[in-house]
């Protein structure tokens, strides 16, 4: 009678936090997750990047000031995060308007993109720093 339109009950699960972290994501969908927090990084420091600006070019005294506060190499690795977040996005940003226009929208091309994205903000970055700590 009734036991024959009986279905069993679905059973929804929390996933642990370790699994979630275990799952390998595939290098387009790392560049991708990277662009947003790189985003948001870039925003959330807007403030005081336009302060500090805006500082440097007040008087010569306040560049001096922001110019020594400049030199603790704390600031430089952290300037050194903000640049690296910066050339990730401008070259993930070049990224998806080639997509938009349907270029590199194969999977491969994807891949061969997405890994052009990561290795070309790190030689940027690389670059940046070394000049910044005085290398070259």
């Given at each position: 009678?009734?036991?024959?339109?009986?279905?069993?009950?679905?059973?929804?699960?929390?996933?642990?936090?370790?699994?979630?972290?275990?799952?390998?994501l595939p290098m387009p969908g790392i560049v991708?997750?990277?662009?947003?927090?790189?985003?948001?990084?870039?925003?959330?420091?807007l403030p005081l990047s336009l302060y500090l600006?805006?500082?440097?070019?007040?008087?010569?005294?306040?560049?001096?000031?922001?110019?020594?506060?400049?030199?603790?190499?704390?600031?430089?690795?952290?300037?050194?995060?903000?640049?690296?977040?910066?050339?990730?996005?401008?070259?993930?940003?070049?990224?998806?308007?080639?997509?938009?226009?349907?270029?590199?929208?194969?999977?491969?091309?994807?891949?061969?993109?997405?890994?052009?994205?990561?290795?070309?903000?790190?030689?940027?970055t690389l670059g940046i720093a070394l000049k910044?700590?005085?290398?070259?």
């Open positions: 009678m009734a036991l024959a339109n009986h279905q069993k009950k679905r059973v929804y699960r929390n996933i642990a936090f370790t699994q979630i972290l275990a799952y390998r991708s997750i990277l662009h947003r927090i790189s985003g948001v990084l870039l925003f959330l420091t600006f805006g500082q440097s070019l007040a008087s010569e005294p306040s560049f001096d000031s922001i110019k020594a506060w400049g030199s603790c190499a704390i600031v430089k690795l952290i300037g050194i995060g903000l640049v690296w977040a910066y050339l990730f996005h401008f070259c993930a940003g070049l990224r998806h308007l080639c997509m938009d226009v349907h270029l590199g929208v194969t999977l491969r091309a994807s891949r061969l993109s997405a890994a052009g994205v990561l290795i070309l903000s790190g030689l940027l910044l700590f005085g290398v070259f």
